[in-house]
Structure formats: structure tokens, C-alpha cells
């Protein structure tokens, strides 16, 4: 089954063709912006980083972190009205549908740039064990922080809890940062020599128009702005990819008991998860063909809880049996807990795989879904992005130690070519799983058996397999 799947990794990497205290409106508060200065009524910064996400936000927080990069004036676009106002999460709001699971790697990154205290104070779930098979009942393995001398695995947190907890942390910093409430419309790179027509100031600088009228300079944008990313559109610069056949619905859901571990049950058209979000309410993203999800989100919530349940347990096919299967104590086989409530709205979201063709190209970097987006079924999307941020924010710093020009091309070369091997690698991991698990023949069966179980017997490679999934370890074993 391992080498199915590295066969899949090989044949996605060669399609890519790899080579070896408070935030403030620009409107409202003009007369407070932090810029390097103004041309012809334009602002200048240092950086724009286009998307106030996620991902976004955590290379503003990790920008402001640093000593090197902390006077460094910063614009931040983005038309969501949220990110201009108070953050004001409540924890006895019913948990919302939309949650990321968080690996040590990337909690260890929250705790540098000191947003990690702030998630603390809100609705989050670690778990150390996590349960994976499939519905022949052949195929299971459970792996255990324990397994690689840890505490954790990883932490299931609402996106709002995880947005709000960066925004909570630039508004306690004096960084030098303000916020377009608008779009990006135009972008216009300017040459590196000064050009007839062009003021010498702005020469080295992208120019950027905004949908309210606005516009502004930058010596490096930043496109963070998701998955249909307008300044990798602007930049011109191609992606590499393909549709799913399926989509994933998520909710919230409620248990009688506290859940405590992340559970996966592989099914005919994809699998389902089941991970822990605080208290006795549990995060369902289920892949499935469109036609099922269209039916699964219109069902009744009475019926959904029904089939979530029949997903889980005694459906599709026979739980494994641990006896049989040699497994005891700590690794025996637990049943997942029943579902009695949804408790939230379901979402249904298309999936697919896109990768840009290029991260940087000259005052423009990619990163988070704006460079990559991948199959949810190891919860990896986020966790990619942040690792763009934390990469990116300390090449930043190394340019300015160096007095380098921070939109120069061979800066952010540098960039993607510390992030797009490993991304690339990642999401080919993640398709080739998701292909090989899209097969539904008895030989395949019988080898999806075969690799639960060398998983299961194999420490080395169960030990492996964890610290590349939790972002401990870089490379994967076979590679």
C-alpha cells in the first residue's frame, strides 16, 4: 500500500514540475498611518500583505514579533469588516462549524509570535490519540502521542478562536500597521530602474488600487487572499491542478460525553472524521461524492445525526475486531462515541487540489491557499499556511539584516525554496492517499489492510508517519 501511495506522490510531484491597541480603518484614522511616507496623496509601506485571514494575520503577528521586522510599516487589505472592530469572541456560544486542527508545529509558532495565550482563553480541544480505519474492518491503526514521546497530537480549534486570537495580538503590539476595508482591483509592479514618467521614490515599488478609490505603494505584496487569489491572478502567475469528485460537509455535533480523541473511518466515496472540539461537542467533516452531500445537507437533522452515527459504527461494513487483528490494551480498537444532536448549520465545500506554478515572482509572494490548496483528510491546509508565514517572516528579517531590498526576487526565491519542496510533497502525499482510497476492489482492500497494519506493528514508521503528520519532521520516511 506504501508504495501505491509513493507511486501516486511521485506521478502528482512530476505533475507539478518541481525545480531541483488597536487595528484602525485607512479611512477613518488617515491622520495615524504609520507609512514610510506619501506620493502624489499615494501611502507608502513596506509591506501590503493582501487577505487578513488566517494566515495573513499570522505573518503580521510574526512580522511584529520579531526585532528585525517590528518597525516595519505594514497595510493590511481586506474587506471584511471584522478585522477593523473589537474582537469579541464568547465561549458560551455554540461551537461554529468552520475549526482547524492545529499541530504542535504550528502551536509551537502561535507561542513564538505570542498568539497561543490568547487561544488558551478560548473554546479549544487537544487530543493525544488518534483512530483511523477503514469500513472493510481489515484496516485500523491508532496512533498515540506517546508513540513519539509527546503530550499531544495536535489541537482542534474553531477559525474564529484562531483569527481572533492574532487580531487580539497585533492590537497589543505597537507594530506599525493599518487596514484597507476594501479590495484589490489593480496591481502594477514597477521596474526596478527608474522609469520616464514614474516618481524615483516609487520606482522600486508595486502599486496597488483598491475598489473604494484608494491607492497605495509597496516594496513587497504579499498575496494571502485564498484559494481564488486575486494577486496571484494579477501577477499572472499559473497553478497546477485538479477537481475531486467529491465535497466535504462539516457541522458541529454533540455528544452525552466528552470526546477526547480524532477519529477517522475511511468509506467508500471518503472519509469521515470525527474531532474533538471542547466540551461534549465534536467537528464532523465528511467527503463524499456531491450527489450524497446535496442529499446529506438537505436530510433532516434527526435523519443526518442517523447516518453520522451509521458512518461511524456498524455501517458500510464490520467494525475491525482487535483480537483478530493481534492488537491489545492501549491500541485495541475503541468505538467512536454516538452522536445525539447537530449542533450547528452544515457546510458543503467542493474540493480540490491547486498549486502555484511559482511562489515569488519580482515585489510579489504567495502563501497559505493563495500558493496551495490540499484534500482536507489530514487537516494539513492551515497548518501549510502557517508554515509559510513562520518561513517567510524570518526571510524577511534576514533581508533586512543584510540591507537587502525586501521585494528583490532573489530574497523571496529563497522563500519558496525553503516552502514549495515540502508543500509540494505534502500535497502530493495527501492526493495519493486520496486516490488510492478511492478504489473500492478487493486487492486494493486487501492492501489498505496490509498498510494499517504495517503502520500499526512498524514503530519506526508509525513514529515517523506522526512526526511529519504534527509538523515535527520535514521529510517523510520513504522519501
Known amino acids: 500500500m506504501n508504495r501505491i501511495v509513493a507511486r501516486r506522490v511521485i506521478a502528482t510531484i512530476h505533475a507539478f514540475k518541481v525545480p531541483t491597541r488597536g487595528l484602525t480603518s485607512a479611512q477613518q484614522n488617515s491622520e495615524n498611518k504609520e507609512k514610510l511616507g506619501s506620493v502624489n496623496g499615494n501611502d507608502q509601506y513596506d509591506i501590503a500583505i493582501v487577505g487578513g485571514g488566517m494566515v495573513g494575520m499570522a505573518l503580521a503577528c510574526a512580522l511584529s514579533s520579531s526585532p528585525l521586522t517590528k518597525k516595519l510599516s505594514v497595510a493590511i487589505i481586506d474587506s471584511n469588516p471584522a478585522l477593523g472592530k473589537e474582537v469579541n469572541v464568547k465561549n458560551d456560544d455554540l461551537p461554529d462549524p468552520r475549526v482547524s ?53 495536535g489541537c482542534v480549534v474553531e477559525n474564529k478562536v484562531l483569527h481572533s486570537s492574532l487580531l487580539s495580538c497585533l492590537q497589543n503590539t505597537d507594530f506599525q500597521k493599518i487596514i484597507y476595508p476594501s479590495r484589490l482591483t489593480k496591481m502594477v509592479v514597477q521596474p526596478n530602474t527608474p522609469t520616464k514618467g514614474i516618481d524615483s521614490s516609487c520606482s522600486r515599488m508595486a502599486k496597488l488600487e483598491l475598489s473604494d478609490g484608494q491607492s497605495l505603494f509597496a516594496k513587497l505584496v504579499v498575496g494571502a487572499d485564498g484559494g481564488k487569489s486575486h494577486v496571484r491572478e494579477l ?37 469521515i472524521a470525527l474531532l474533538p472540539i471542547g466540551d461534549e461537542f465534536s ?4 467527503t463524499m461524492i456531491p450527489k450524497e452531500a446535496t442529499e446529506r445537507k438537505s436530510m433532516s437533522e434527526d435523519d443526518f445525526v442517523k447516518a453520522v452515527n451509521h458512518a461511524l459504527h456498524d455501517g458500510y461494513g464490520p467494525n475491525p475486531q482487535s483480537n483478530s487483528l493481534g492488537y491489545s490494551g492501549d491500541y485495541s480498537w475503541e468505538v467512536p462515541p454516538k452522536v445525539v444532536e447537530l449542533a450547528s448549520e452544515r457546510m458543503v465545500f467542493p474540493l480540490s487540489l491547486k498549486h502555484a506554478n511559482e511562489y515569488a515572482v519580482n515585489r510579489v509572494v504567495l502563501i497559505g491557499d493563495a500558493a496551495h490548496t490540499v484534500h482536507p483528510l489530514a487537516g494539513q491546509g492551515v497548518n501549510l499556511g502557517f508554515g509559510d508565514a513562520c518561513a517567510l517572516s524570518k526571510i524577511i528579517a534576514d533581508g ?10 532573489s530574497l523571496l526565491k ?37 498498510a494499517f497494519q504495517a503502520v500499526q506493528y512498524i514503530s519506526p514508521l508509525k513514529r515517523n508517519i506522526i512526526s511529519y503528520a504534527t509538523g515535527q519532521q520535514k521529510w517523510p520516511l520513504f522519501f
Request: with cysteine; proline share 4%.
Open 414 to 450: 529563497k522563500y519558496e525554496a525553503e516552502r514549495k519542496p515540502a508543500n509540494i510533497m505534502m500535497t502530493a502525499i495527501l492526493d495519493g492517499f486520496q486516490k488510492a482510497y478511492s478504489v473500492d476492489l478487493g486487492p486494493f482492500n486487501v492492501l489498505r489492510a496490509a
Open 101 to 153: 486542527t492545529v499541530t504542535p508545529a504550528s502551536i509551537s509558532f502561535f507561542k513564538d509570535i505570542g498568539a497561543w495565550q490568547y487561544v488558551m482563553q478560548h473554546r479549544h480541544a487537544y487530543f493525544d490519540a488518534m483512530q483511523v480505519w477503514d469500513y472493510t474492518g481489515l484496516g485500523y491503526t491508532r496512533y498515540t502521542a506517546s508513540d513519539v514521546d509527546a503530550d499531544i497530537l
Open 400 to 409: 533586512i539584516a543584510v540591507g537587502a531590498d525586501l521585494g528583490e526576487l
Open 235 to 271: 501577477a499572472r502567475i499559473k497553478t497546477t491542478g485538479w477537481n475531486y469528485s467529491q465535497n466535504a460537509i462539516v457541522c458541529t455535533v454533540k455528544h452525552t460525553v466528552e470526546n477526547h480523541c480524532a477519529w477517522q473511518r475511511f468509506l467508500p466515496s471518503g472519509p
Open 283 to 286: 467537528n464532523i467533516v465528511w
